[in-house]
């Protein structure tokens, strides 16, 4: 069974409802809608009939689902336990409608730390969901700060795949033109989230956790070995820090973490694989965005040209194992 783990989805009711309340200043325009800062809704979010007409034409088994990241986090504000819970309904909605091909990721209430692991866990037990919608910051705050300890170690008690989507932490003003904040700020943001974490050893910490990246890691699988340099500076550019929380160098955590294929270049693709071993990539499309793999056009010929087993792992070997699903 082929597995997608990167995908994102919306009830029409659900947008019609926050277009008529006025939340996050969504507008109805016709049959669709008005996102302020982004533009129209793809409606290929929305409109469930098409995207199932495409998991069976492509031969998915099985799409993991959750809402778009702006709606769980961006730079002045963050999901509470009340929004977070209206996100993780409608989500439940639209798996219900899914015909066995979606599965769904909740949204955690990370603007309310201290109710975080509490809410989670009501989420999972409601709902059935297969893992966690996690914003790689919670607004402008990173995720390696105390408060989210806990939060984690349900995360790994549960057993639960966690799915890290970029979102916006701070807002600047070089990432305004050329849609840059998509092409460029948001894999940086995935890349600062994780170094961060590894730092703090949370990998230490929780070392059943099952952290999946959006968009092959951003630039981390390329910048691993400068982290070591951190690590490894011997005098003048020496930080304790680098090397107070973990035992290891920073490059060997990526062996506790996995990735996406969504790297938009096979070359990229190959190198990923090459780092981190097939057995850490997972395939996942960014559903239904135009800035991103919808449909594996960029990432499957990739997939398809690499040795049976890689394949089989990528295309769903690893999420089965991860998801702790039947093999069939």
Request: glycine letters at 8%; charged letters at 20%.
């Amino acid at each position: 069974m082929r597995i997608d783990v990167h995908a994102h989805i919306l009830s029409r009711t659900f947008l019609r409802e926050l277009a008529d309340q006025g939340v996050f200043g969504i507008e109805r325009d016709g049959e669709a809608y008005l996102f302020p800062g982004y533009g129209p809704l793809d409606h290929w979010l929305f409109d469930l009939e098409s995207r199932l007409d495409s998991l069976r034409r492509r031969q998915i088994g099985l799409q993991l689902v959750g809402p778009p990241p702006r709606m769980v986090s961006h730079s002045s504000w963050v999901t509470d336990g009340a929004f977070a819970r209206r996100l993780n309904t409608q989500t439940a909605e639209v798996v219900a409608q899914g015909e066995g091909l979606l599965g769904g990721l909740a949204a955690p209430a990370l603007g309310e730390p201290d109710q975080a692991a509490d809410e989670l866990r009501r989420a999972i037990a409601e709902h059935g969901f297969l893992g966690v919608a996690l914003p790689s910051a919670a607004a402008d705050i990173p995720l390696d700060r105390p408060e989210f300890e806990p939060f984690f170690a349900a995360c790994e008690d549960l057993e639960l795949l966690v799915f890290m989507h970029p979102t916006t932490a701070a807002d600047r003003s070089a990432w305004s033109d050329y849609t840059l904040l998509q092409l460029v700020g948001w894999p940086f943001e995935t890349t600062l989230a994780v170094a961060r974490l590894i730092f703090a050893g949370t990998f230490e910490r929780y070392p059943g956790l099952k952290l999946v990246l959006a968009h092959g890691g951003g630039a981390l699988p390329w910048l691993s070995g400068r982290l070591d340099l951190g690590y490894f500076a011997p005098e003048y550019e020496a930080n304790p820090d680098c090397r107070a929380n973990i035992s290891k160098p920073p490059s060997a955590y990526l062996q506790d973490m996995y990735f996406d294929t969504v790297v938009a270049d096979p070359a990229a693709l190959e190198f990923l694989v090459s780092v981190v071993g097939p057995e850490r990539v997972l395939f996942g499309s960014d559903y239904p965005f135009e800035i991103g793999d919808a449909e594996g056009a960029k990432s499957l010929p990739a997939i398809e040209a690499m040795d049976a087993k890689s394949k089989s792992l990528i295309l769903g070997g690893n999420a089965k194992r991860l998801l702790s699903l039947p093999k069939r």
